[in-house]
């Protein structure tokens, strides 16, 4: 019964600096069965698997737009400011990037622990 | 903060604003619901990412709130902005905005409504506040964003962090190369959850996990599915007996392992399955030996099938060397560091008399912790004690403590409490204060707390045993294993570094043995053997177990089996017994639904079949609680325990359907733990399902409502429900709770208790296990039966005793004969085996022996003494039970009066009587003495017709039920097994028999009488000439018992006596009323004529009236010649007359 509305995933993403993998189900930037929400980039997106209504997505990673790697969107890896960079790129170039990223960049280097917040609300 | 939308280009906000007063943004208010409900209007559609009136809107808003505060914060600061503007090379970099903006950081956007439809209700919102709104709604959806990724990176990690992380290629290696792997490792290794998602990811599709309890396959399916992401799919179910969330998409599905077996006795090569995994292989339960045992023979058949053994680092090399030398993967478990504190008791001298436990060691413990560690480093503790009693030894002096420190909150724990009470050793205590959990070793393997840090180990354990020779079971305390032990103290390590106190020597542990002891030799094998026979594994003595079960409870389990007719004399099994196999309930209970459906009483015996086929759903706290009592007396009935049971469900039913959910608060008053109500209905319908696939009971036409407007509303109801399950199932379980601590002594009393589940009632409005029974059932179908049930007629009633009755049998015991003169607390039984059982405490007659107790007096021997010992009456009565089971004291639970004559004369296996029949024996233990010789022979010529009788019709209704399973559904309705009539017929005979009223004495022979008891064989063999006495059967001598065989179980002038040497010659001058013959004659040989007597008219005896419509030859349909070997004769025979005569020459 439940079969219609799983999407048989396209392939595996496999992040390219962390290794974290995840199937995803659609590629470009307007996720389906959500109209109202459009991704400024290329992403490898899935189902949302933590909330049972299925019009929720979920955005794992993109391309960095320099190097073209594959990255996830986790702050290990990658940020994005207008456009998708992973830190590698962002470290050789950090002078290109406003002093808020800068600072951001600085704060993670030392010992990072995962923000509270992203547990629950 | 003006926001840099400008740049955005989508949506012109250039329309004229809406002339609403409240846009004026002096007064602008984001509180006020009116606006609110505004933009959630124009941007929470039912097409929009968020939906209005979600929780999700809810959680927007309360985020919005937080977002402003903090904006209004920073304003202040961040006024300033450099615009560098440094060159770059790569064309990525030369694009970026030069102003930052947060907004940059998201990767995504939202259209606003004016951008969908220009006439939506966006058109009234202000430009500025609307993209306000918008702009929070985008920090909204980056922070799910980054919260559900967090998430799933936080899941990684922790899967790629546990210790079988490591070797999950290895496994698949191995188990490509291999047809069976054993994976051993310890608690916490991650083996349960991981490997069925390695093989998923392998691309298996077609995996079967099998685990010993039905709550593991639940919460392991959930936390699989959680781990594989697809919490929300159907990749990863469960299938346990009345739930399966199985569906053609799952790719793992986690079961118990009785129904694998259930599902092998139709498929035996399991043909849905590619991988089969079988978890905690070591904890030796029954049915896992078992499966061991069928996947080692199956194994060669099904090359393809692959087998993952998996069990704790112990006794591998059992498992491994069983599948000739399957390869072994050795996990290490994760457990902290536990210090392990030997404190051996000495015998102290106990304050308490005899055998309670002495609380002070634990007492002692908890002292000890409270003085060595500081209350904030946190970590709860875990008693592990043998069993209810030991557990209520401590808990109150626990609490006493505990409420004069303030430093813990005592909690019990172990299975017959309700579920809520159960629930609440995961709550968490409030700072400052340890939990301590007083656990059965239910917290051993099926339970797993977190946060414990310090564990009580007693050494103790209490197990059932089984007696095979008394059939009883026992449940005893013993000393645990070694493994049992490090299981135990595994417990303190799972979160950090812990200590187990151990209250016994390190010498002691030593002298542990190794290993418990596997349930095979330890419990009855009845059910397990018919599942054998019904597998057709062959004989059960030969069976290659991975270690065998003891000789004799093999045996005894065989002949048990061959006693309730579910094996023939050559060991197969009978129609009745392939039947029983399908029915996951005690032989006995199988039985009483096949005779119940027969008389048509299928719906009240179904709910009394499933009552005593779940746990008692009276709760103990209520036994003490006088208020409880009271409301349940209603309830109660004086016939016996199945009766109340009954009559509860089905007030329960009533209730139900009435008011509907009121129904939570009924059971509260009453005490009685609703959950089980629920496995009730559930088994209930199950057996009723199983019943209709035999054709034992007419099918149900699904009632549907005439009109198409109520089948509309029950749509809708229906619709409605599954609407109200989906929410609650989202409302991923049961939030943990902060425990309170208690001020005062009764902290924990049963008041304090209820007002503690009515306020979670109230934090959780919908009672789900309600909402899930009215999906799954029928209720007005339910109620219809209830009500049925409720107006049982005494006809009805009777008939459902002798069901009953018929069904528990030969599991009866007789009151003691100086029971009137006895304290009602000091009532003492018998049963043929065990002498001075007494009653459960919770058995109705408990509280009124008197209604088992032989009311009238008569003459002989009464000569003012009180008991019942020779006293004659016509009101004996027998208790019949469905479990002995001895603790401290050997007690009776569930039980029914029967009248003691009649049933014995209907049920015993074997029958023996003096010359003239007014003294009988039945089954070599009980003696009826019986006043009047005539009335004595009526009553067993009666018998025999009424047996023989039913016999023939249950034969018949079995034998139909073989040949539907043969013919395919041709002929769909072809007539009923047995008809009608003459069921009613035999029921109107039989509860005539009943009623009987014949004066006589009881009493259970001594050892030396049972002994002495028969003649013996005799060297002349005239057969008595007394033609028809018996109907038509011709006796033949007993070779043991001396005495003619009448029929197999009735064996006549076989008892020595002394009184009836002269029985044959006294004969007295007697007119037959029909025929006019004038002579002289026995009570006997008068009764032989006035059964043969040619000009009687039809229908028998007195006593029995209304013969049945249709004599006994009808049953001719069913006999077949036969031809016995033993003694060279032809025979007219039915099967189970066959079965009968052959087990004659045994």
Redesign the interface.
């Known amino acids: 019964m439940a079969c219609e509305t799983e999407r048989t995933p396209l392939g595996v993403f496999k992040c390219q600096l962390c290794a974290l993998t995840a199937p995803y189900s659609y590629q470009g930037r307007q996720p389906p069965d959500s109209q109202s929400v459009v991704l400024l980039e290329e992403s490898y997106v899935m189902r949302d698997p933590f909330t049972p209504d299925k019009g929720r997505f979920l955005v794992v990673g993109s391309r960095c737009s320099m190097c073209g790697r594959l990255v996830c969107v986790g702050p290990e890896c990658s940020l994005f400011y207008s456009k998708r960079f992973c830190l590698p790129c962002v470290q050789d170039n950090v002078d290109a990037f406003p002093q808020e990223i800068q600072q951001d960049l600085e704060k993670r280097k030392v010992p990072f622990t995962r923000p509270a917040s992203q547990r629950s609300s | 903060m003006p926001p840099p939308r400008t740049r955005e280009g989508r949506g012109p906000w250039d329309r004229p604003r809406a002339p609403s007063p409240e846009a004026a943004p002096e007064k602008w208010n984001w509180n006020c619901p009116e606006t609110r409900r505004l933009f959630e209007d124009a941007?929470f559609g039912d097409?929009?990412?968020i939906r209005q009136g979600s929780e999700?809107c809810q959680?927007f808003w309360?985020?919005f709130e937080r977002l402003q505060r903090f904006q209004n914060l920073k304003t202040t600061r961040k006024e300033e902005k450099?615009a560098r503007q440094?060159k770059?090379s790569?064309p990525?970099?030369a694009?970026?905005?030069r102003?930052?903006d947060?907004r940059?950081?998201?990767?995504?956007?939202?259209?606003g409504p004016d951008a969908?439809d220009s006439r939506g209700p966006g058109r009234r919102l202000p430009p500025e506040r609307a993209s306000e709104f918008r702009q929070a709604l985008l920090h909204y959806?980056d922070f799910c964003?980054?919260?559900?990724?967090?998430?799933?990176?936080?899941l990684?990690r922790e899967r790629a962090a546990l210790p079988i992380a490591q070797y999950g290629h290895h496994i698949l290696q191995m188990l490509k190369e291999h047809q069976v792997v054993v994976v051993a490792g310890d608690t916490g290794c991650g083996k349960s959850t991981q490997v069925p998602q390695y093989l998923l990811a392998a691309g298996c599709s077609h995996v079967a996990c099998t685990q010993p309890r039905r709550i593991a396959c639940i919460s392991l399916a959930k936390r699989v599915g959680?781990e594989s992401?697809?919490?929300?799919?159907?990749q990863v179910g469960y299938q346990i007996r009345f739930e399966s969330t199985r569906?053609?998409?799952t790719k793992i599905v986690f079961l118990t392992v009785g129904l694998l077996l259930r599902q092998m006795q139709r498929e035996p090569s399991l043909p849905q399955y590619q991988v089969l995994i079988v978890d905690e292989v070591h904890e030796r339960h029954l049915h896992n030996d078992f499966l061991l045992g069928v996947l080692q023979r199956q194994l060669p058949q099904r090359p393809d099938l692959k087998v993952v053994l998996m069990s704790a680092t112990i006794n591998i090399s059992l498992f491994s060397s069983y599948f000739g030398n399957a390869p072994v993967v050795q996990v290490p478990g994760r457990l902290f560091p536990i210090t392990v504190v030997y404190q051996p008791q000495e015998a102290e001298p106990t304050t308490s008399k005899s055998e309670k436990l002495d609380p002070r060691p634990f007492l002692r413990v908890l002292e000890a912790i409270d003085n060595k560690y500081p209350p904030e480093e946190r970590g709860d503790l875990l008693v592990f004690l043998s069993g209810m009693a030991e557990i209520s030894a401590v808990l109150e002096p626990a609490q006493a403590y505990a409420s004069h420190t303030q430093r813990w909150v005592v909690l019990p724990l172990h299975s017959a409490l309700s579920v809520a009470d159960q629930d609440k050793v995961f709550d968490v205590a409030p700072p400052g204060v340890r939990k301590c959990i007083l656990s059965t070793n239910i917290a051993e393997t099926s339970v797993t707390i977190d946060g414990i840090r310090f564990v009580v180990d007693s050494g103790k354990v209490k197990e059932m045993s089984y007696d095979p020779q008394a059939k009883l079971q026992r449940l005893q305390e013993f000393w645990i294993s070694q493994a049992s032990a490090e299981q135990r103290k595994g417990r303190a390590g799972r979160t950090g570094p812990g200590v187990c106190f151990r209250l016994y020597a390190e010498s002691d542990y030593d002298a542990f043995a190794p290993y418990p002891v596997p349930e095979i030799r330890r419990v009855a094998l009845d059910a397990l053997v018919l599942q054998m026979k019904s597998m057709s594994v062959g004989d059960p003595r030969t069976f290659p177990f991975i270690e065998p079960p003891p000789p004799t409870s093999l045996e005894t389990a065989i002949l048990y089996l061959r006693d309730q007719g579910a094996l023939d004399s050559s060991e197969a099994l009978t129609p009745i017994g392939s039947l029983l196999a399908q029915l996951p309930v005690d032989v006995v209970i199988g039985k009483m639904l096949i005779l119940g459906s027969m008389f048509h009483l299928a719906e009240p015996v179904l709910t009394i079949a499933a009552a005593l086929s779940v746990q008692t759903p009276f709760t103990r706290s209520a036994q003490s609680n006088p208020e409880c009592a009271a409301t349940r007396r209603p309830l109660e009935s004086d016939q016996g325990d199945p009766f109340t049971l009954l009559n509860v469900f089905n007030t329960w039913v009533q209730v139900k359907s009435e008011r509907g959910r009121n129904s939570r608060k009924w059971c509260r008053h009453r005490g009685i733990e609703e959950h089980r109500l629920y496995e009730m209905a559930n088994l209930r319908r199950q057996f009723k399902e199983l019943l209709e696939d035999h054709g034992l009971l007419a099918g149900a036409q699904a009632p549907q409502p005439g009109d198409s407007y109520s089948r509309l509303q029950r749509r809708r109801e229906r619709q409605a429900l599954y609407e109200l399950k989906?929410r609650h199932?989202?409302g991923v379980g049961r939030k943990r709770k902060v425990l309170r601590v208690q001020d005062d002594q009764d902290g924990w009393s049963s008041d304090e208790d209820r007002g503690g589940s009515a306020s979670r009632g109230a934090g959780d409005s919908v009672d789900i296990q309600d909402v899930k029974f009215k999906l799954r059932h029928n209720l007005e179908q339910l109620h219809a039966a209830a009500s049925s049930a409720q107006a049982l007629t005494r006809d009805q009633m009777a008939l459902l005793k002798l069901v009953l009755g018929r069904g528990l049998y030969p599991q009866l015991a007789v009151p003691d004969p100086f029971n009137s003169s006895r304290k009602d607390s000091d009532q003492i039984f018998h049963t043929q085996t065990k002498q001075g059982v007494v009653l459960h405490p919770t058995c109705v007659f408990t509280n009124s022996p008197e209604v088992l107790h032989a009311q009238e007096q008569a003459a002989r021997g009464s000569d003012g003494s009180r008991d019942d010992r020779d006293k004659m009456s016509s009101k004996h009565q027998l208790v019949t039970f469905v479990s002995l089971l001895e603790t401290n004291k050997p007690y009776l639970v569930n039980c029914v009066r029967i009248p003691a004559l009649q049933s014995l004369l209907l049920f015993s296996r074997s029958l023996d009587t003096n010359g003239d029949c007014s003294r009988l024996v039945a089954d070599g233990w009980l003696e009826l003495q019986l006043a009047d010789t005539e009335s004595a022979v009526r009553l067993l010529a009666a018998s025999l017709r009424l047996r023989a009788h039913w016999e023939s019709a249950l034969d018949r209704q079995l034998a139909h039920q073989a040949r539907r399973r043969l013919e395919d559904e041709e002929e769909e309705e072809e007539e009923a097994p047995v008809n009608h009539k003459e069921v009613a017929a035999l029921s109107r005979e039989l509860l005539q028999f009943m009623t009987s009223k014949v004066s006589y004495s009881l009493r259970r022979l001594t050892g030396l009488e049972a002994q002495n008891l028969y003649v013996g064989p005799q060297t002349i063999t005239a057969a008595p000439s007394l033609p028809g006495l018996f109907g038509n059967s011709t006796p033949s001598p007993h070779p043991t018992k001396g005495g003619y065989a009448v029929t197999d179980f009735l064996t006549y002038n076989c008892l020595t006596s002394d009184a009836d040497l002269y029985s044959d010659c006294l004969r007295t001058f007697w007119t037959c009323p029909h025929c006019g013959l004038h002579m002289p004659l026995t009570p006997l040989e008068r009764i032989a004529h006035e059964n043969t007597c040619p000009e009687a008219p039809q229908g028998g005896p007195p006593g029995a009236e209304e013969a049945a419509p249709e004599p006994p030859q009808k049953a001719s349909a069913l006999q077949k010649p036969y031809h016995c070997e033993a003694c060279q004769k032809d025979f007219l025979f039915t099967p189970t007359e066959i079965l009968r005569h052959r087990r004659q020459h045994v």
């Open positions: 941007f097409e929009d990412y999700e959680k309360t985020f450099d440094p770059h790569h990525a970099l694009d970026l905005p102003a930052y947060p940059y950081r998201i990767n995504l956007s939202v259209l969908r959806l964003q980054k919260q559900a990724f967090g998430r799933l990176a936080k990684q959680f992401l697809s919490q929300y799919g159907s569906s053609a998409a989906r199932e989202e």
